[in-house]
């Protein structure tokens, strides 16, 4: 498959492209609103995989062509982006292709982060709304750690929780996470569910504010 990562040049974006080109056969199209941008980052992502002795395939693209030519596309982008993100390619979308969301609403003080979500509910279902009647959307990523994800030398040993109305999509991409060594999915049901997953994200990160020896905290379900 080729997954498509719009932001790809921030943070959970270059995490995720990271494992997926060393952990997975799959072809990594990096997007941005400047491509220039995006094949910069590709160098240097291909650059410290090289290191590793991975012959990464990754490609950089402007957004909408990096979604025209994917099956997968995440919006690694913040929550406040996904919106304009979303109308910018919503033509290079379609029933085949699997939109995907690790984007949280957090508002923060001097306390923590907060859990705020928009008026749907949470940004997955606002990512449902704002898409293409057609496209199937999946809520995943939300609770990692993007320093825990875009180091290689760190093993991970974490889950992530997967929301989608389309038991097909929902499959397919429980499929693909797993492929990340040390990343197990699993299912939390339809899209309604989406806030209970997405309010975990502020959760890890206070526990990492307020505890030293947790820098990179996620979640394990046993």
């Given at each position: ?21 060393r ?27 090289e ?35 979303i ?49 199937p959307?999946v ?24 929301v ?38 502020p ?8 505890n ?11």
């Open positions: 498959m080729r997954i498509a990562l719009l932001g790809g040049t921030g943070d959970i974006g270059q995490g995720l492209a990271l494992r997926f080109a952990d997975t056969d799959h072809e990594v199209l990096i997007g941005s609103r400047d491509p220039e941008k995006a094949r910069e980052a590709v160098d240097d992502y291909e650059a410290e995989l290191e590793r002795g991975v012959d990464a395939n990754i490609k950089g693209f402007k957004n909408g062509m990096a979604a025209d030519r994917s099956d997968i596309v995440v919006l690694s982008v913040p929550p406040y982006h996904v919106g304009d993100t109308e910018s390619v919503e033509d290079s979308l379609d029933a085949e292709t699997i939109l995907v969301t690790p984007a949280v609403g957090m508002k923060g003080d001097e306390d923590g982060l907060h859990y705020h979500p928009p008026g749907t509910g949470s940004v997955t279902e606002l990512v449902a709304e704002r898409a293409p009647d057609e496209v959307v809520g995943a990523f939300h609770n990692l750690a993007a320093d825990a994800l875009s180091n290689l030398d760190n093993d991970l040993d974490l889950d992530t929780l997967l989608a109305d389309d038991d097909d999509a929902k499959e397919t991409l429980r499929n693909l996470t797993n492929e990340i060594e040390g990343l197990r999915a699993l299912d939390v049901g339809p899209l309604a569910n989406a806030a209970e997953v997405e309010s975990v994200t959760l890890v990160i206070n526990i990492a504010k307020y030293a020896d947790l820098h990179d905290v996620g979640v394990k379900f046993q």
